[in-house]
């Protein structure tokens, strides 16, 4: 039986390398839906529709669990997907919870498309964390597609980059959450557009423990190959490779 992972494109790989990581002899599908990146622009209806289609396409497989490896389908899919699929549905969430219980005063910034921080579960999230005055929302929707070209550390990322962080007073905060499975792409360029004193938390290491916990390991000894689709179409693993070889090289 194998995990699949589904993304709206290439960001759900910055959580498989880490799923990779933890449990390297497992068997793994995963399904980017870049015919339609981004889904952080669309609304709700529209990527509930996308995601039902992906699912019911991997649900035709044996899977021993489903990763929704994408903030913003969580968002939007993950309570009725729950409810209408027989499988573990392990969904995204920011990282809020360490980021507000780090002993200070100071604020997170939570980074995430703009779906995702329109979205009622970010703020029952943090209502229920009471962090309402310590979390500032902000999108960084166009840093998707940038991730979707592999374009990690241009001079256009970089500027457009600049340009958002150009009001933001760094002194106020003290933490910064990657809240989309796009953004540890870029954690290089973070690192050298923002203070070092800004800690910088994505989901991605919690959310594979977590489905580790739900899962039985295979027990196998050796790896196998990811079997890979774009939209329903398989495709090679060579299409991919820039991506991990590039989060080898970052992380
Ligand atoms: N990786 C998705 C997320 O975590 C990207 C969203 C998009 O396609 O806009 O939110």
Known sequence: MKIAFFDSGMGGLTVLHEALRQMPYEEYI??????????????????????????????KHPLKALVLACNTATSVAVKQLRR????????????????????TTQKTLLCATTKTLEEEKLQNLILNLN???????????????????????????????????????????DSMVLGCTHFPYF??????????HIHILDGNEGTVRH?????????????????????????????????????????
Not at 151 to 173: C, G, P, R
């Open 131 to 173: 962090a309402e005055s310590r979390v500032v929302r902000f999108s960084l929707q166009e840093l998707v597609m940038y991730a979707e070209h592999l374009e990690f550390e241009n001079s256009k990322v970089e500027a457009y980059l600049k340009a958002q962080f150009k009001e933001i007073d760094w002194s106020e905060f």
């Open 211 to 251: 489905l580790k916990s739900r899962i039985e390991l295979n027990g196998h000894k050796r790896k196998k190959p990811i079997e890979f689709f774009v939209s329903k179409k398989k495709v090679r693993a060579k299409r991919f490779q820039p991506y991990f070889d590039y989060l080898e090289e970052i992380l």
């Open 84 to 103: 209408e699929y027989d499988i573990p549905i392990i969904g995204m969430e920011p990282a809020i919870k360490p980021a507000v219980e780090r002993p």
């Open 30 to 59: 995963y399904f980017a839906d870049s015919d339609n990146a981004p889904y952080g622009t669309k609304s709700s209806a529209w990527i509930e529709a996308l995601v039902y289609q992906a699912v019911d396409f991997l649900n």
């Open 187 to 196: 954690k290089k360029l973070f690192k050298k557009l923002i203070p070092s």
